[in-house]
């Protein structure tokens, strides 16, 4: 106990972010299974015993080479309770746990970062969503990217530029970025700034353009209804970047719709539809001539709480509906009422590519389309991959941890 | 009408699949909106109107050259109903349609393959899923593949050995293949016999063995607990690969557990443990050096039906819990029932990889851990990759296809 009073610089934590402290802790209390914190601005936390030995970042709990967890709270014997706590002078915690009699110390801004007793929804998305219609958006946000790819990647001008756009991608679903080089292979080194590519069987880097023996109507010059990609996956990809090499054709404009929004106006209009499409699984198929994905799957799909999870709507993506022969009529009815509300022309934003334009969009959430263009006026060639959106949100903790890190070592906090 | 009843050869499917006529139709019945097909074999068939209509293959319905459908029902103007319907020479249905006034044809073995009206469960797994303990599987079931990469691909004997391994794959959640070349990237050889891989920020190809600086626990020589990888993913990887090269080393025993089967378990020994864990979301992360993967997901995972989807276990990637603080307690005694109950002996087959020896497993499903080894005693290097388990099962379904048009060219069905 009198080393860990003794303590001057503060504990490492279970992970290697950043945690300035621009709060102190003040004071604890604690009986055998609650701590409770008080703050110096106020806040009074409280955590659970258990949950402070599982947090806990010593050689006991975590391997200090990974830290990654190497504890087995089963383990243990008894449930770890409080024998005694307190605040050292590095201002951090400490706790000394039953049945072990072992002091652990806990660093008061992973504390404060992870306080569960005051935390609004602990899965709440990163970035806020808003839905839009085409009279909010009318494009998508744009940024121009003429010097990106020649800063050196972890500058504070690249990463400002990606922190932006990746905020508008969470929050809208769509950025755009201006200005990229109208050079093939643009779209893999944007996307290596931010984590792997999701390579599908229409390979890792795909060419939108008019093709012979096209083996999806996306490589026609037909109009496209609205749809996502891959709705015939257990998980269709996450993201979709499209980057315009040339653009000459007559036609082809892109449109897109919001389909949370799309969502969110057919449970207010028509919420009969709406709860038949979050509850029917209609057959998600592309019977190709040498692959053949198939997948069940809700129209819309919410979660537990009714929050809006993913849309797969793509009509030319769907198989034979195979459900229950009652469920079959009011299926299609609800099909077709939401075919009706696309329709409407205030959802969708169109816009043009020019070369150089890189969209990137959420492809569980936005619905794509093109009109026809005329193969013989021009050419079309848009470069395209896939990317899940785990390696936003990583990529995006990490430029907000350097900006931590910053707030750290120039010692406004910890 | 005359046209359509004149026809003597079979009209072609919305799809490239193949399908056998194994069973004649006899005859048909219809009102404005249900057609009844009799076969003769004795089975009656019913079918929707609508259904029937989104479901042609014709050139208002399907672009030709892709199959996909063109189709927006929405803009037929009213709902398709049935004029008239027979059969003709070619032993297809015909169904003239209101309000187009159009006749379209139906091929005899797709109606029957797309029978809604008798399926059993739509959604049934492709294979039926069995689950095991270690009383029944004490090693994964192997299958010779000595001869298999200098087969061609698309050979009968190469098709026949990848079939029963992908049928073994989706029922028990594992299967090794043995024999395999001892060379490296054998493991991207094997997975391009079925589709593409999954790429993650371990790298395409990821090599277990014990390294400097691990970003991983699994890259050090201590014992591994049972786990999935990756659950800090919106969508942990469906399949994992690993191919051993050499395996010399004192100890790292591979073990295997059924996660459903110790979901079930745990279901019917602590039914309270077991509904805690399928509701209450943990946090997954990985808080690296350069990464910062979280995701938030129950430990089990059910359907709206209550079906096992998938298991998330990996005490070693679970970031601190954010729940509500009444939740936390319950939280933490369902996890350690379950800690407890995966040290019970009879669930895991523990076996040893030989040089050669490619074990594919469903990681969705299955947990893993592996024994400490000794770092000096001698090598351990396994190569290993993630897919999606939809390239298996586009796979398996395109086997199968060729087993179909195999019985077509013969003769002995359509």
Same mark, same amino acid.
């Given at each position: ?72 709270? @089963? ?41 569960? @007793? ?74 290596? %700034? ?41 998980? *269709? ?27 969110? %106006? /057919? ?13 029917? @699984? ?56 939401? *075919? ?6 205030? /959802? ?38 896939? *990317? ?8 995006? %903790? ?5 900006? %931590?890190? *910053?707030?750290?070592? @120039?010692?406004?906090?910890?």
């Amino acid at each position: 106990m009198t080393d860990a009073l003794a303590k001057t610089s503060l504990p490492p934590t279970p992970d290697y972010d950043a945690w300035p402290v621009e709060v102190a802790l003040h004071s604890v209390d604690h009986d055998d299974r609650v701590l409770t914190l008080r703050w110096t601005d106020g806040r009074v936390s409280r955590y659970h015993s258990v949950w402070l030995r599982e947090n806990a970042a010593d050689e006991s709990t975590v391997n200090p080479d990974t830290r990654e967890r190497i504890l087995d709270l @089963s383990g243990l014997g008894a449930w770890p309770t409080v024998e005694a706590a307190g605040l050292d002078d590095a201002g951090a915690l400490w706790v000394t746990f039953r049945p072990e009699g072992r002091t652990l110390r806990f660093h008061p801004g992973w504390l404060r970062a992870n306080d569960y @007793s005051n935390a609004g929804d602990p899965e709440a998305p990163l970035v806020p969503v808003t839905t839009w219609t085409g009279r909010e958006r009318t494009a998508p946000v744009t940024l121009d990217a003429g010097d990106w790819l020649g800063q050196a990647e972890d500058s504070a001008e690249a990463e400002g530029l990606l922190g932006r756009a990746l905020e508008v991608l969470l929050g809208d679903g769509v950025v755009r970025l201006r200005r990229l080089p109208a050079e093939p292979d643009t779209v893999r080194r944007v996307a290596a %700034r931010v984590g792997p590519l999701r390579p599908t069987n229409f390979g890792e880097i795909f060419n939108v353009r008019a093709k012979p023996e096209p083996d999806s109507n996306a490589y026609t010059s037909i109009a496209l209804p609205l749809h996502v990609d891959l709705p015939t996956r257990e998980y *269709q990809p996450g993201l979709q970047m499209l980057h315009c090499l040339e653009n000459t054709a007559v036609g082809g404009q892109a449109v897109m719709v919001d389909g949370f929004a799309v969502a969110e %106006r /057919l449970r207010e209009t028509e919420p009969a539809a709406y709860e038949t499409l979050t509850r029917v @699984s209609w057959c998600f198929a592309n019977t190709a001539r040498t692959t053949d994905y198939v997948w069940h799957s809700p129209v819309i799909r919410v979660d537990a709480r009714g929050r809006l999870q993913e849309v797969r709507i793509a009509d030319f993506l769907r198989g034979p509906l195979m459900t229950a022969f009652e469920e079959v009529e009011p299926a299609y009815e609800a099909l077709m009422a939401l *075919q009706r509300l696309l329709r409407e022309p205030d /959802l969708a934003m169109r816009f043009d590519y020019e070369p150089g334009d890189l969209v990137i969009f959420d492809n569980r959430r936005l619905l794509h389309a093109r009109d026809a263009f005329e193969g013989g006026s021009g050419a079309r060639w848009l470069q395209g991959a896939y *990317q899940e959106r785990d390696e936003v949100r990583s990529r995006l %903790r990490m430029v907000w941890r350097a900006e %931590r890190w *910053q707030r750290i070592d @120039s010692g406004s906090g910890g």
